[in-house]
């Protein structure tokens, strides 16, 4: 069973960034689609990014432009990138096992973790 640990969140001022991290224990990652999703409070946890094992990605168009996935299958982790947040980005932010295609429909085939807060305020 693929755990996943993610990292990289904080406070940041409004058109700031930030880059998380999510480092994935276990064999097959390689073989992997990844994804990161956020879950705001009061709001249904919602998938942001994808990257398939090949690399080819997707992104809600709520961050398309602003927001990067990418992946170090050496290092077994994947990245999100995030440049110019808004407010309303301000969620817990979770990686996950995804269905090895560049969609937004697909359902996690993993467990959650921790999660890492990502809070834009000034």
């Known amino acids: 069973q693929v755990q996943f640990v993610e990292s990289g969140g904080g406070l940041v001022q409004p058109g700031g960034s930030l880059r998380l991290s999510c480092a994935a224990s276990g064999s097959g990652f390689s073989f992997y689609g990844m994804g990161w999703s956020r879950q705001a409070p009061g709001n249904q946890r919602e998938l942001v990014a994808v990257?398939?094992?090949?690399?080819?990605?997707n992104y809600a168009d709520s961050v398309k432009g602003r927001f990067t996935i990418s992946r170090d299958n050496v290092k077994k982790t994947v990245y999100l990138q995030m440049n110019n947040l808004k407010p309303e980005d301000t969620a817990v932010y979770y990686c996950n096992r995804q269905p090895n295609q560049a969609t937004m429909a697909g359902v996690p085939l993993g467990s959650w973790g921790q999660g890492t807060q990502v809070t834009v305020s000034s």
């Open positions: 990257i398939t094992s090949g690399g080819n990605t």
